[in-house]
């Protein structure tokens, strides 16, 4: 055999470990091409305007993702309508009749909003490591009156993403197919309440079959630590009393080291995550950062010991695989086996079409009873003009 022979059977053979096959080093070729590839994530957020969403994903991915949006100063003030209306027994008819067609446009501006969907992708590249990041905003949520809109709104929108990647699958070139799904959806819970409202119990019951949900407290500033934990237990225990599915850690593997088996821990501990975000730099102890500046001191936004701002992005960052396996083996398998049951139907189940329509029913019945009492008014109106006259 020539010595190149040679050289060459000794790259492929081990002779000091016969017995040695080598698939050892397979979880480094997959390592190195899913970072060839880098990785692709999307994650929704959904909570009313104002609760600070934009400044929170800002501040999560150090990137500015809504460049072009005038950030207001005044903390609250942003897109919620309160709409009074005094009436006055003193106002002369024609105030009357102005103040009611004044009532009747506000109540139609509130019922005509709609929720929008925004989807802004950034790529992010740290030590060599890309992540396609897609942010889906919701803005307008909870701004309507019937805030069914807004939910098949967005429930739409998860459903077409399912709807497209199971298209591309079973399409020919299934190779380099685009993951649009959402994997995780971050709930913002307004700070102000005493715990869950009615519309956020029924928003996330209907989207907990589909997505990862990842309940956080916004503007965990404006509670007192006592205040959290009790805000956060409420809303836990709300939380099992309606049924909600949330998306839950994994527990740390056995053999995992020690210091993750406690990072997992205190994760699990502190959902639901109560945070403060920042757009702005501020001094504190000679140090610039990311916080907020009040009379008595700085809310740091990257310290633990003032929020769970850091929890929160180390849950989304350690388990970035797991809630995209989640999403592909229990919330992407549902829609898929929903949709094979239907026979590759879209639209309700016949069952939530009968639903449709006892509510379309009862709504009919509802005006019908509506135009009577009308009627009987201007009947009885008319009766006492009549006694009037006499
Ligand atoms: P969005 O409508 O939910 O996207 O809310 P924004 O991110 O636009 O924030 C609305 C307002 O709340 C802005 O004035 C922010 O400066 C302020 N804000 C954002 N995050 C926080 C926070 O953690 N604490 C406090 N106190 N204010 C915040």
């Given at each position: 055999m020539s010595q190149a022979d040679k050289m060459k059977q000794g790259q492929f053979t081990n002779p000091e470990t016969p017995g040695y096959v080598g698939f050892a080093n397979l979880p480094n070729q997959v390592h190195r091409k899913s970072v060839k590839k880098g990785f692709e994530f999307t994650l929704m957020v959904v909570g009313e305007s104002g609760l600070g969403k934009s400044t929170l994903i800002n501040s999560l991915f150090l990137t500015d993702l809504y460049p072009e949006r005038v950030i207001p100063g005044a903390a609250g003030t942003t897109h919620t309508h309160t709409h009074t209306y005094i009436y006055k027994?003193?106002?002369?008819?024609?105030?009357?009749?102005?103040?009611?067609?004044?009532?009747?446009?506000l109540l139609l501006e509130?019922?005509?909003?709609?929720?929008?969907?925004?989807?802004?992708?950034?790529?992010?590249?740290?030590?060599?490591?890309?992540?396609?990041?897609?942010?889906?905003?919701?803005?307008?949520?909870?701004?309507?009156?019937?805030?069914q809109d807004c939910f098949s709104t967005i429930i739409s929108y998860i459903d077409d993403q399912f709807e497209r990647y199971l298209h591309d699958e079973s399409g020919l070139n299934r190779r380099h197919i685009v993951d649009n799904r959402v994997h995780c959806c971050f709930y913002f819970i307004s700070p102000l309440g005493h715990g869950l409202k009615p519309l956020?119990?029924?928003?996330?019951?209907?989207?907990?079959?589909?997505?990862?949900?990842?309940?956080?407290?916004?503007?965990?500033?404006?509670?007192?630590?006592?205040?959290?934990?009790?805000?956060?237990?409420?809303?836990?225990?709300?939380?099992?009393?309606?049924?909600?599915?949330?998306?839950?850690?994994?527990?740390?593997?056995?053999?995992?080291d020690e210091d993750f088996k406690e990072q997992t821990r205190i994760l699990k501990a502190s959902i639901p995550f109560a945070v403060v975000g920042s757009n702005?730099?501020?001094?504190?102890?000679?140090?610039?950062?990311?916080?907020?500046?009040?009379?008595?001191?700085?809310?740091?936004?990257?310290?633990?010991?003032?929020?769970?701002?850091?929890?929160?992005?180390?849950?989304?960052?350690?388990h970035m695989q797991d809630l995209q396996e989640v999403t592909q083996d229990l919330h992407y398998e549902n829609f898929r086996s929903d949709r094979l049951k239907r026979g590759g139907r879209k639209g309700p189940e016949p069952e939530e079409m009968d639903k449709d329509m006892i509510l379309q029913e009862k709504e009919a019945e509802l005006r019908r009873m509506q135009e009577m009492i009308a009627k009987m008014q201007a009947q009885m109106q008319k009766q006492g003009d009549g006694e009037g006259d006499v």
């Amino acid at each position: 055999m020539s010595q190149a022979d040679k050289m060459k059977q000794g790259q492929f053979t081990n002779p000091e470990t016969p017995g040695y096959v080598g698939f050892a080093n397979l979880p480094n070729q997959v390592h190195r091409k899913s970072v060839k590839k880098g990785f692709e994530f999307t994650l929704m957020v959904v909570g009313e305007s104002g609760l600070g969403k934009s400044t929170l994903i800002n501040s999560l991915f150090l990137t500015d993702l809504y460049p072009e949006r005038v950030i207001p100063g005044a903390a609250g003030t942003t897109h919620t309508h309160t709409h009074t209306y005094i009436y006055k027994h003193t106002d002369s008819e024609l105030t009357v009749v102005l103040h009611f067609v004044a009532y009747f446009f506000l109540l139609l501006e509130k019922i005509e909003r709609t929720v929008q969907i925004e989807a802004s992708t950034v790529e992010i590249e740290e030590r060599g490591v890309k992540l396609r990041l897609t942010v889906v905003d919701t803005p307008g949520y909870g701004d309507a009156i019937n805030s069914q809109d807004c939910f098949s709104t967005i429930i739409s929108y998860i459903d077409d993403q399912f709807e497209r990647y199971l298209h591309d699958e079973s399409g020919l070139n299934r190779r380099h197919i685009v993951d649009n799904r959402v994997h995780c959806c971050f709930y913002f819970i307004s700070p102000l309440g005493h715990g869950l409202k009615p519309l956020d119990v029924q928003f996330m019951k209907a989207i907990h079959n589909k997505v990862n949900v990842v309940p956080v407290i916004a503007k965990a500033d404006t509670l007192t630590l006592r205040e959290r934990e009790r805000l956060k237990r409420r809303i836990l225990d709300e939380i099992d009393e309606h049924g909600i599915k949330i998306y839950h850690l994994p527990d740390a593997e056995s053999d995992e080291d020690e210091d993750f088996k406690e990072q997992t821990r205190i994760l699990k501990a502190s959902i639901p995550f109560a945070v403060v975000g920042s757009n702005q730099q501020i001094e504190a102890k000679g140090k610039k950062v990311r916080g907020r500046l009040y009379p008595w001191g700085v809310v740091e936004v990257e310290n633990p010991e003032h929020n769970d701002f850091l929890k929160l992005r180390t849950m989304l960052i350690t388990h970035m695989q797991d809630l995209q396996e989640v999403t592909q083996d229990l919330h992407y398998e549902n829609f898929r086996s929903d949709r094979l049951k239907r026979g590759g139907r879209k639209g309700p189940e016949p069952e939530e079409m009968d639903k449709d329509m006892i509510l379309q029913e009862k709504e009919a019945e509802l005006r019908r009873m509506q135009e009577m009492i009308a009627k009987m008014q201007a009947q009885m109106q008319k009766q006492g003009d009549g006694e009037g006259d006499v």
